[in-house]
């Protein structure tokens, strides 16, 4: 991936654009990603989705952990992965734990070795090594760590403690990183 | 008559045929899938396209209860309304009125997604009164009795301005039995007259009968001649598809297409499974509709050439392969078992890629029935599918056998293929 500043404002707005080995084009930014289920955007198939404008549609968001019950990393990694899965490949997938649907985080049941969601198969936790399985049978372009996510209301020493995990993970994944 | 209808090539019974409709000109066998409420669920009219979709069938009931067909005229018709340059058929809506608590109940769901639907939920026929004047039933919107006659049917369909609409029939279900078959077969007769006179666009839009009389072939042939007599230009063999068993249901058929002319379409209603569509055809029917693709596709069954597959079904988690290696859909084409299986019955968009290969599916079929009889290849028999034989895929009467790999065929479909003329012994165990 590349990504390049190309202008600014005169406050801190800046205009860029995004290389991505997936997508034939670059994606100028700011640009607005589509959320997912299952790596589809909800009701538009391919083939609908190439209706829309391009490139400036072909960045998709999505949750790895909208697999949870299945296909396994496994299956994933023997289809080639979330681009062959879902039949996209000339676009951009990012990956990141919670959407803002239907996996929220749960930083009540969240503990020292994983990040809790609450998903559509009940609450689930995390642990970074399962996420880095995920993530690399996915193969996305793009993907955030596991982080433990508290809302804005957290107490300082929930707060702190957030911060030190999400340090901790992030060197869990990058150790991991495919 | 606003159509044509030119056979263009037979085998005994069956014929391939161009059916030129107002809007398309079409080529028969066909399928019709059902767009009950002006959309086909789960799929774009774009899709329909390139799938080869040809009509689209349109439910009257639905269409004059929401959005009213006063407001489908004022926006200049269904295929303006829902953008499809194709062909349309619409029903009479007489058997939405008087169906099963499933159609009823899926329509109510559709209609009102929150708390009127368990009013569907007890069926109509309770609650619908058929008399000389039309069928009385109960409004679902607010219980007031309302009375469909047969004027009023053709005064919506005229509205609509579908390509084809059908005459209101006194349909009774096959498993009834008495003299309530005879009584609705009559007055079928009568009804179609009043059709007939009421319709004011006949050079834009073709009046189809529909073929009564139960499983009794002497009902069956009064209103078959009935009909013919009255010259229309189209037939549809009708109050089918019922619960009635396989062995009454071809006989019926068999029946009607010996006596219906020759140069007129034939169209068997609510037809329906592809081994159904595969016999019907081979004894020389034209047309179907059915909702069970698109039905079956929202739980979660494709539709493939061994019969169906469950993509619900365990067995699926870690399946690497397609629906069906042999399909060139777009779902065939990008997508795993293993993927559907994860997106059935959990997320819409399960159903709408089944949805997609279904009707595909249902589309090659008729694509396939039409270009084997026009080529002379409809009956060609391989004893193997796998094998090297088997050249292509455009075999189609043995290769809805496949689903029947140990020989053992269902007794009525060899007893219909016997009066069709086609010798399927080779893939028959016995």
Known sequence: MKFAVKALSSGKARAGVVHLGSCPSPIETPCLLLSTRKGLPIFISPDLLSSLPSPDSNLLQFSPLHFSEGPSPKTISSIGGLHQMVGLHEYGFAAVARDSIQCLPECGSTNKTGASFETPCGRRLIKPVEYMEMITSMKPNLWATLADEVPAWANNKRNKTSVDRTVKWLDECIARSP | ?430
């Not at chain 2, 009043?194 to 009794?216: S, T």
């Not at chain 2, 028999?381 to 269902?410: E, M, T």
């Open chain 2, 1 to 430: 008559m606003a159509l044509r209808f030119e056979v263009l090539g037979r085998f005994n019974r069956a014929r391939a045929a161009q059916l030129t409709l107002p809007h398309f000109a079409c080529q028969t066998p066909l399928f019709m899938p059902v767009g009950t409420q002006g959309t086909i669920k789960g799929l774009t009219t774009d899709q329909l396209e390139e799938i080869g979709c040809q009509i689209i069938l349109g439910n009257t009931y639905h269409l004059a209860l929401r959005p009213t067909s006063e407001l489908i005229d004022e926006l200049g018709g269904l295929h303006k309304f829902m953008n499809w340059p194709r062909a349309l058929l619409t029903d009479s809506g007489g058997f939405q009125m008087v169906s099963c608590i499933t159609n009823l109940y899926v329509a109510g769901i559709f209609y009102t997604q929150w708390h009127f639907a368990y009013i569907f939920q007890v069926s109509l026929l309770h609650l619908a009164d058929i008399t000389e004047k039309g069928v009385t039933f109960q409004s679902p919107v607010d219980g007031k009795p309302m009375l469909l006659t047969p004027e009023e049917s053709i005064q919506i369909q005229n509205r609509i301005g579908a390509d084809i609409i059908m005459a209101l029939d006194d349909v009774v279900r096959t498993t009834i039995t008495g003299p309530r078959i005879e009584e609705a077969m009559y007055r079928t007769l009568r009804w179609v007259d009043r059709c007939i006179a009421a319709h004011k666009r006949p050079h834009e839009q073709n009046l189809f009968g529909i073929v009564q009389g139960g499983l009794d072939p002497v009902l069956r042939d009064i209103c078959v001649r009935g009909l013919v007599d009255r010259n229309l230009p189209g037939y549809a063999i009708g109050g089918l598809a019922g619960g009635e068993d396989k062995d009454s249901f071809w006989r019926v058929v068999a029946q009607c297409t010996a006596a219906l002319p020759e140069d007129k379409p034939r169209y068997v209603m609510g037809v329906g499974y592809p081994l159904d569509i595969v016999v019907c055809s081979a004894l020389g029917a034209d047309m179907y509709d059915c909702v069970y693709p698109t039905r079956t596709a929202r739980f979660g069954t494709a539709l493939v050439p061994e019969g169906v597959l469950k993509l619900k079904h365990n067995a699926m988690v870690n399946d690497t392969r397609p629906i069906d290696p042999t399909c060139a859909c777009m779902v065939c084409k990008n997508y795993t078992r293993a993927y559907i299986h994860c997106l059935v019955t959990k997320d819409a968009m399960g159903s709408q890629l089944l949805s997609y290969h279904n009707l595909y599916y249902m589309l090659q079929l008729s694509r396939n029935l039409h270009s084997s009889i026009v080529e002379g290849r409809f009956p060609e028999c391989y004893i193997i599918p796998d094998s090297n034989l088997c050249a292509s895929r455009n075999s189609n009467v043995v290769r809805f056998l496949w689903q029947f790999p140990k020989g053992d065929v269902p007794e009525w479909v060899c007893n219909a293929m016997d009066v069709a003329g086609i010798d399927i012994s080779s893939c028959c165990s016995s």
